[in-house]
Nanobody
Framework: QVQLVESGGGLVQPGGSLRLSCAAS????????VGWYRQALGKQRELVVR???????DYADSAKGRFTISRDYAKNTVYLQMNSLKPEDTAVYYC??????????WGQGTQVTVSS
């Protein structure tokens, strides 16, 4: 199991940007799956973007062209760069880590609020 800690959330105006970070307590391998999900108030958790264990990159339609996922293996950190934010992006954002053999780790979440 890997402990995940998200940071970087906050209040931002529509059209603004935020970069979320997800620091892992252990190594993240290039073969691991990592991703970002979000859950708005009263709604189910949904995928934002992920890199699967097989290496595929999956974006939610709402994130395409605006959000980018990246990994820093030296820092064991996953990032989510979010640009052109909209009020409907308001949610708690969760980091996820998966590894073949049963790892499926979640962070505690970080709140993103997009409002003027």
């Amino acid at each position: 199991q890997v402990q995940l800690v998200e940071s970087g959330g906050g209040l931002v105006q529509p059209g603004g940007s935020l970069r979320l970070s997800c620091a892992a307590s252990g190594s993240i391998f290039s073969t691991d799956g990592v991703g970002w999900y979000r859950q708005a108030l009263g709604k189910q958790r949904e995928l934002v973007v992920r890199i699967t264990i097989g290496g595929s990159l999956d974006y939610a339609d709402s994130a395409k062209g605006r959000f980018t996922i990246s990994r820093d293996y030296a820092k064991n950190t996953v990032y989510l760069q979010m640009n052109s934010l909209k009020p409907e992006d308001t949610a708690v954002y969760y980091c996820n880590h998966r590894r073949a053999g049963g790892y499926n780790d979640w962070g505690q979440g970080t709140q993103v609020t997009v409002s003027s």
